[in-house]
């Protein structure tokens, strides 16, 4: 199984959105709804922020949203604050009943 | 709270084994699997596969049948990744983490397994 695709970094200024893209396939992305999306800070645990795509667990800001359009899923960071200067990792629960992981995206805040 | 607490960094020459933990703690152990993922450096996550707590039946990924083996202590909530006949290319940082359903909600801090003769 493939990583999924995500650019490799995104950066903006506080206040603005930014969008990140996580592309796959018809077997992974584009088979189901059970896209997830992680904030990492290099040497601490994977923070869950979306699932299901669209779906934000308790506590996790509204200022992140998520979406998905055929093979690829995006993140959307509104308002950014310098706090969200991370890696963000998308996950897709595969038609294989498998699971896999974006190459990450670096976001910096100017 | 939920967490997922994992054992130390491991030093460990190749053709050796090692063996690895996570303890979970607030929640009811038998009622979410548990997966394990790894991230070799300047990789990207690789799911590794995962246990069902509840029947103690393991799902490995392929690629990792053969020298990767989950097992359980159900009695102290701890699950374990046990990786035989170690190679230079399983150095990595290893995570386990917690399936409510289709997700993987809460992750463990890492463990750092390095294989160098």
């Known amino acids: 199984q493939s990583a999924l695709t995500q650019p490799a970094s995104v950066s903006g200024s506080p206040g603005q959105s930014i969008t990140i893209s996580c592309a796959g396939t018809?077997?992974?992305?584009?088979?189901?709804?059970?896209i997830s999306w992680y904030q990492h800070h290099p040497g601490k645990a994977p923070k869950l922020i979306i699932y299901d795509v669209t779906k934000r667990p308790s506590g996790v800001s509204n200022r992140f949203s998520g979406s998905k359009s055929g093979n690829t899923a995006s993140l959307t960071i509104s308002g950014l604050q310098a706090d969200d200067e991370s890696d963000y990792l998308c996950?897709?629960?595969?038609?294989?009943?498998?699971?896999?992981f974006g190459t990450g995206t670096r976001v910096t805040v100017l | 709270q939920v967490q997922l607490v994992q054992s130390g960094s491991e030093l460990k020459k190749p053709g050796s084994s090692v063996r690895i933990s996570c303890k979970a703690s607030?929640?009811?152990?038998?009622?979410?699997?548990l997966h394990w993922v790894r991230q070799a450096p300047g990789q990207a996550l690789e799911w590794i596969g995962w246990i069902n707590t509840n029947t103690g039946k393991p799902t490995y990924a392929q690629g990792f049948t053969g020298r990767f083996v989950f097992s359980l202590d159900s009695s102290v909530s701890t699950t374990y990744l046990q990786i035989s006949t170690l190679q230079s290319e399983d150095t990595a940082v290893y995570y386990c983490a917690r399936d409510p359903h289709t997700t993987l909600d809460y992750w463990g801090q890492g463990t750092l397994i390095t294989v160098s003769s």
């Open positions: 607030g929640y009811t152990f038998i009622s979410h699997g």
């Open positions: 018809s077997s992974d992305i584009g088979y189901f709804n059970y």
């Open positions: 996950s897709a629960y595969t038609r294989a009943r498998s699971y896999v």
